[in-house]
């Protein structure tokens, strides 16, 4: 079931400005993981953070992960319309031993303004 | 990284027929899932496929609706049976190695008619 949530579950921004998505979880994980899913089509993993990391980065994105409050965040600056689509965080049980499927938020619906 | 090939791409199926899903990986992979994705909503697992032993479903999800075959570390099949309007949706096909990110086909999108 879910356990995710996901705010805001939809954002509109300009182009060039930056997008904030937040996710919440309920239980103990190994890593938190952003996908981007385009038109109702497959997803595509954008980062991976583990549990004893606190940020990371790629490109232009940016995730941070507080396990105490059992949040995490994404963050996309310098917003290209090409970003626009849908985005989720999963989660990758710790108990699981890496044999589970993952848990997904609700996701949120991104639309850059051109 | 891994690349799944997904079969059908979509269909719109008659209530209360079968569609079989396949779902194809370009290298041996233990551990493969199935999600079901309702319209506008997020992704729900449906089923774990390990080869060599039976599908484990998750609360809510049945093997007599949703049957699954694994019968190698490349291939896997999940039925949609018997179907109704609410089973209309996106399902996907994943797979992932231990605790590292999953990749995922390209979806089926179901519409039950």
């Known amino acids: 079931s879910q356990q995710g949530e996901e705010d805001p579950q939809a954002l509109s921004i300009q182009e060039g400005e930056n997008a904030t998505m937040n996710c919440s979880y309920k239980t103990s994980i190994n890593n938190l993981q952003w996908y981007r899913q385009n038109s109702g089509r497959g997803l595509v993993h954008l980062i991976l953070i583990r549990s004893n990391e606190r940020e990371k980065h790629s490109g232009r994105l940016r995730v941070t992960l507080d396990t105490s409050k059992k949040s995490s965040s994404l963050l996309i600056t310098a917003s290209r319309a090409a970003d626009t689509a849908s985005y989720f965080c999963a989660t990758d049980a710790q108990s699981g031993g890496g044999a589970d499927g993952l848990t997904f938020g609700k996701g949120t619906h991104l639309i850059i303004q051109p | 990284s891994a690349v799944i090939s997904q079969k059908p791409s979509r269909d719109i199926c008659q209530r209360g027929t079968s569609l079989t899903i396949q779902c194809q990986v370009d290298s041996q992979v233990t551990m493969m899932f199935w999600y079901r994705q309702q319209p506008g909503q997020s992704l729900t697992l449906i089923a774990t496929a390990n080869q060599g032993s039976e599908a484990t479903y998750e609360s809510g999800f049945v093997i007599d609706k949703f049957p699954i075959s694994r019968p190698n570390l490349t291939f896997s099949t999940l039925t949609v049976s018997n179907m109704s309007p609410e089973d209309s949706s996106i399902y996907l096909c994943?797979?992932?190695?231990?605790?590292?990110?999953?990749?995922f086909g390209q979806g089926t999108r179901l519409t039950v008619v």
């Open positions: 994943s797979v992932k190695t231990g605790y590292t990110e999953a990749f």
